[in-house]
T-cell receptor
């Protein structure tokens, strides 16, 4: 079956602009996660959705970052007033559920964001 | 707070040689431990995981890892490297509890396999 997909695969923007990154999880997965991977680093947790609600947004670096999942499926990560330091690969993952015993997280290929 | 240290950002081995990728963690509570592999332009793929039970876990593609609590280690091994093993490998930890969804990753180890 189809895995996690993310669009666009690459995004180049200018400092100060607004960007949206999209994630399509595996069908039926109720849990969705966003991570950010900067150059030379491992992925860092940003936010976790259980259904439509953000159950944990403790990893969002500041209020320029926001994510939504209005229908409990597709999620959009939104970054306002982008800064050069936001340049990274943004990874999305989904799992059957996020509670109880550990559920394997299936990762998408990521969106590479470059802020000039 | 949890943390993961991967010793060696780059490991190079010959085809057929032993692969050993090192991972040490710190966690205030019993952890779940994972190894992921990332091929170029692809998403992270789970190789293996330790949650509870047997401390030697076997994963895909002939990899295995052993959880050693006394050493706070979870090193990844494969007896004989194959060219197709060339990729970046990430060790990760999460809490054995309510926030077990939150993965903390190491910085990764790039494995190259020489013919």
């Amino acid at each position: 079956g189809a895995g996690v997909s993310q669009t666009p695969s690459n995004k180049v923007t200018e400092k100060g602009k607004y960007v949206e990154l999209r994630c399509d999880p595996i069908s039926g997965h109720t849990a969705l996660y966003w991570y950010r991977q900067s150059l030379g680093q491992g992925p860092e947790f940003l936010i976790y959705f259980q259904g439509t609600g953000a159950a944990d947004d403790s990893g969002l670096p500041n209020d320029r970052f926001f994510a939504v999942r209005p229908e409990g499926s597709v999620s959009t990560l939104k970054i306002q007033r982008t800064e050069r330091g936001d340049s990274a690969v943004y990874l999305c993952a989904s799992s059957p559920s996020g509670t109880g015993d550990y559920n394997e997280q299936f990762f998408g290929p990521g969106t590479r964001l470059t802020v000039l | 707070a949890q943390s993961v240290t991967q010793l060696g950002s780059h490991v190079s081995v010959s085809e057929g040689a032993l692969v050993l990728l090192r991972c040490n963690y710190s966690s205030s509570v019993p952890p779940y431990l994972f190894w992921y592999v990332q091929y170029p332009n692809q998403g992270l793929q789970l190789l293996l995981k330790y949650t509870t039970g047997a401390t030697l876990v076997k994963g895909i593609n002939g990899f295995e890892a052993e959880f050693k609590k006394s050493e706070t280690s979870f090193h990844l091994t494969k007896p004989s490297a194959h060219m197709s093993d060339a990729a970046e490998y990430f060790c990760a930890v999460s809490d054995l509890g309510g926030s077990n969804y939150k993965l903390t990753f190491g910085k990764g180890t790039l494995l190259t396999v020489n013919p």
